[in-house]
């Protein structure tokens, strides 16, 4: 399959009151996103990995050996990676938070605030660029995972039920170098916690 770049699931300026601005999905999207499009298709022509779906080149071209991963797979999961993150925010989000994910996360880690404060403790930490996430593990069980540079979940098996983007990109110009307070606020104003209990 050839990468195409999705359009935005809102306007570009649907989120601008909750945190993230225009000018930040504009770059994000418009220019970060397509970046990994235009390059991940430079990348698979001629080879083995053309006209496999994203999720088989991930699986495919993922090395846990490698200091650092090849040009195939960095594009290839950060497209998945940013198709993924649109979802997981939403105009109007920040809403009640669907029961079953509610329970599942208390069970999970306690409470649904020790959870967020795990999460938030994950991307903080997350030494230069990568993601932090909530995932399904491959036995049930519900985790929070960071990641360097564009690995992610599908790497190791499990199901990404919510990823936030901690690469400088997604937060320098609303919020500077104040990773943490960017972290705040897409737990609490961006995430669509719909879309997570929906992939639970």
Same mark, same amino acid.
């Given at each position: 399959m050839a990468f195409e770049l999705p359009d935005l699931p809102y306007p570009h300026d649907a989120l601008a009151d909750l945190g993230m601005s225009r000018e930040t999905l504009e770059y994000h999207h418009d220019i970060h996103h397509k970046a990994y499009v235009d390059n991940g298709n430079k990348a698979v022509a001629g080879t083995e990995w053309e006209g496999k779906t994203v999720e088989e080149v991930i699986k495919g071209t993922y090395d846990p050996k490698a200091v650092a991963q090849n040009g195939i797979f960095n594009n290839a999961s950060q497209y998945w990676n940013h198709n993924q993150f649109?979802?997981?925010?939403?105009?109007?989000?920040? /809403?009640?938070?669907? *029961?079953? #994910?509610?329970?599942?996360? =208390? $069970?999970?880690?306690?409470?649904?605030?020790? %959870?967020?404060?795990e999460f938030s403790a994950a991307g903080a930490g997350q030494f230069?660029?990568?993601?932090?996430?909530?995932? /399904?593990?491959?036995? *049930?069980? #519900?985790?929070?995972?960071? =990641? $360097?540079?564009?690995?992610?979940?599908?790497? %190791?098996?499990?199901?990404?039920?919510?990823?936030?983007?901690?690469?400088?990109?997604s937060y320098y110009i609303?919020?500077?170098?104040?990773?943490?307070?960017? #972290?705040?606020?897409?737990?609490?104003?961006?995430?669509?916690?719909?879309?997570?209990?929906?992939?639970?």
């Open positions: 649109w979802k997981w925010m939403a105009p109007g989000a920040g /809403k009640k938070m669907p *029961g079953e #994910l509610e329970r599942a996360l =208390t $069970e999970a880690f306690g409470s649904v605030d020790k %959870f967020k404060e230069g660029s990568g993601w932090c996430w909530l995932v /399904k593990d491959k036995d *049930g069980s #519900l985790k929070v995972t960071k =990641t $360097e540079n564009g690995v992610n979940p599908l790497c %190791f098996g499990q199901t990404a039920l919510l990823g936030c983007d901690v690469w400088e990109h609303d919020f500077r170098n104040k990773r943490p307070a960017y #972290l705040s606020n897409f737990l609490e104003k961006l995430v669509n916690w719909e879309e997570v209990a929906a992939r639970l």
